[in-house]
């Protein structure tokens, strides 16, 4: 198993920047990918960008050029640095894991985006 534990979430306003960090534990040498995801109030889970064990990285249209992802192995832990962040932004920040078939999710933290 795979646990995970976002931070980083908070209130920005129109145009700011925020770094979201997701730390891992327990059985992380199997994980295979690791992603965020985000989920707006009233919408559907969708995702944000994607990391994989290789480094190589998927961004969803509506963030690319804005967010980054990244990671560091010795901590066990990938980022999310979003900048030049718009009131669309708004979500609860999900990170994910996949190990074989399973995924592992955190229990997320909220980006508000607002004056």
């Known amino acids: 198993q795979v646990q995970l534990v976002e931070s980083g979430g908070g209130l920005v306003q129109p145009g700011g920047s925020l770094t979201l960090s997701c730390a891992a534990s327990g059985s992380i040498f199997s994980i295979s990918v690791m992603g965020w995801f985000r989920q707006a109030p009233g919408k559907q889970r969708e995702l944000v960008a994607i990391?994989?064990?290789?480094?190589?990285?998927n961004y969803a249209d509506s963030v690319k050029g804005r967010f980054t992802i990244s990671r560091d192995r010795a901590k066990n832990t990938i980022y999310l640095q979003m900048n030049s962040l718009n009131p669309e932004d708004t979500a609860v920040y999900y990170c994910?894991?996949?190990?074989?078939?399973?995924?592992?999710w955190g229990k997320g933290t909220l980006v508000t985006v607002s004056l």
């Open positions: 990391i994989t064990r290789g480094g190589n990285t």
């Open positions: 994910k894991s996949r190990v074989r078939d399973m995924d592992y």
